[in-house]
């Protein structure tokens, strides 16, 4: 037996022995754990799971022990993967910070800024919110105005940040927030953006949640006003930012696969949508429905075995900058498809919001299906990857 093979053993013993029965059911949004210094759990398996995955460095297992990584190989962090991907295992912890600017600190950051950000993310105490969007500057980014004044006084070298983003997911949640600000406004507009580490608790900074039309929100805009960051949260070189950006939003678009399943119906909106197409035969007879089934289910199976092409190739360290936009655009489609397929099939009993008339796998589909939406917009709308895909995949004129 290889090293690998032995380790594989070793890995789904473990998890078999440590992963609870309840942290391996497809998990539902109310249900995930964000790393915070408000981190709360709903019962003692998550406590547990976050516990044990933690203690092990597997919230990041690629990454450096002396940065709270579990210092796995790239084969070992992709069968620990696998393993628990076998055993429907939850992620035990959700983190824009793990998944986005922890990999981009990794490889830029400085050993000091290594120590201050990575070592409480792999404990889940820091929530990190993106600070990229703002009003004028959602697809076309290089726009954004918030600007970073750099000063030195009798409190030190620091940025004066000024300005506002929007569209910030969990902004009022966050302890921290990436962001991208202007450090020069006569450069060309891509080398005049900087990448700046912001405490949320700084004086200055105003979060204000945006109410959406379904009452609630993760949404939030923030206002920075005067505020203060010290120069040691520079990450990178001044004016690097938009390097450091691309780098990141390929991040964000793997991240993504985190929170939408790929296309594949999960087993419980599967479940929940059958009975409504099929005879008491268990067939799908109405033959346009069984098409549509079908082509939802076949492109599920090539998107999964894709990014397992893909996901092995950032293992090995080659570049996929091209495949992750492919990827993103391809997968949070097929979410869409595969949710316009249920609500078809569902008919009226999957555009329940609320109340006792539907149960609560029907609502869990209905709000899904308007979640599947926005995932077409975030990180960088479809049109946009199409944009991508076709300058620097296709290198069209
Ligand atoms: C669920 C969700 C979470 C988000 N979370 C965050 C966050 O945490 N932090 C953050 O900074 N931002 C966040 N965003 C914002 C997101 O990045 C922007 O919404 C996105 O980049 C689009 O920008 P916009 O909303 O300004 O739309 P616009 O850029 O105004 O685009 C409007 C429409 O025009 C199309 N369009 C624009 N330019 C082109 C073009 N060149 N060619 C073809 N079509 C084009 C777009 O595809 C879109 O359909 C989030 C968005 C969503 C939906």
Not at 333 to 351: I, N, S, T, W
């Amino acid at each position: 037996m290889t090293e690998l093979e032995t380790f594989k053993q070793e890995v789904a013993q473990w998890l078999e022995q440590n992963c609870p029965a309840s942290m391996r059911r497809p998990i539902v949004a109310e249900e995930m754990v964000w790393g915070s210094s408000k981190l709360q759990f709903q019962n003692e398996d998550q406590k547990l799971w976050f516990e044990r995955m933690r203690d092990r460095g597997w919230f990041a297992p690629g990454w450096p022990r002396e940065y709270g990584g579990g210092g796995l190989s790239p084969k070992e962090a992709r069968v620990l993967e696998t393993e628990m991907a076998r055993l429907g295992c939850r992620q035990p912890q959700y983190n824009l910070g793990v998944w986005m600017l922890g990999p981009v600190l990794v490889e830029v950051g400085t050993h000091e800024q290594k120590l201050e950000h990575l070592l409480p993310m792999m404990r889940g105490e820091q929530r990190w919110c993106q600070g990229f969007s703002e009003p004028n500057a959602g697809s076309d980014l290089a726009s954004l105005k918030t600007s970073a004044r750099r000063v030195t006084d009798e409190q030190g070298e620091a940025y004066i940040v000024n300005g506002g983003k929007i569209w910030t997911s969990d902004g009022d949640k966050g302890d921290w927030m990436y962001a991208l600000v202007r450090t020069d406004s006569s450069a060309k507009k891509q080398d005049g953006i900087s990448f700046l580490l912001i405490d949320m608790k700084s004086p200055g900074v105003t979060v204000k949640p945006i109410e959406l039309i379904s009452g609630k929100s993760s949404f939030c805009q923030v206002f920075f006003d005067d505020v203060r960051v010290p120069v040691r949260q520079l990450v990178g070189k001044e004016g690097e930012g938009w390097a450091l950006a691309k780098k990141l939003l390929q991040h964000e678009r793997a991240a993504m696969s985190k929170f939408t399943e790929g296309g594949a119906p999960s087993h419980d909106a599967l479940k929940t949508a059958l009975p409504y197409m099929v005879d008491e035969q268990g067939s799908v007879v109405e033959p346009a429905l069984r098409d549509r089934l079908a082509a939802v289910l076949m492109d599920a199976q090539a998107f999964a075995l894709t990014h397992r092409r893909v996901t092995e190739k950032a293992l090995a360290r080659q570049d996929v900058s091209g495949p992750s936009s492919i990827m993103k655009l391809v997968q949070t489609e097929q979410e869409v498809a595969k949710y316009e397929l249920l609500e078809q099939a569902m008919g009226l009993r999957g555009l329940g919001w609320e109340g006792e008339d539907f149960s609560a796998d029907e609502l869990d589909v209905c709000r899904a299906w308007l979640r599947s939406k926005s995932y077409t917009i975030a990180g960088g709308s479809s049109e946009v990857q199409l944009n991508i895909i076709a300058k620097r995949v296709l290198e069209l004129p």
